[in-house]
């Protein structure tokens, strides 16, 4: 469900202040990009905090996380493919 909740903010699905933020991760190259995504998710998902879900993160088993993590690493590079082609400028 993360994978595919990302994959939905990157695509605008969340409304243009969510496709807006989410620009965010391919013009700063800094930014942990996964992180990002995660807590964008948990708002609009879960309505919480980012603190809230940083919490909720550090309790996941080591395992989970890697797992999460991969996920939103695939969505990160599925969106890049498709970076600006479908974003107004």
Known sequence: MMKQRAIWILDGRYGEEAQRV???VHKHVKFNKAALLRNLVAAYECAC???EAQAAWDSLPR???TTIE???AHAIR????????NYPQ
């Open 22 to 24: 989410a620009r965010l």
């Open 63 to 65: 395992e989970q996380q």
């Open 70 to 72: 991969r996920m939103l």
């Open 78 to 85: 599925r969106d890049r493919k498709n970076a600006y082609r």
């Open 49 to 51: 905090s980012p603190i």
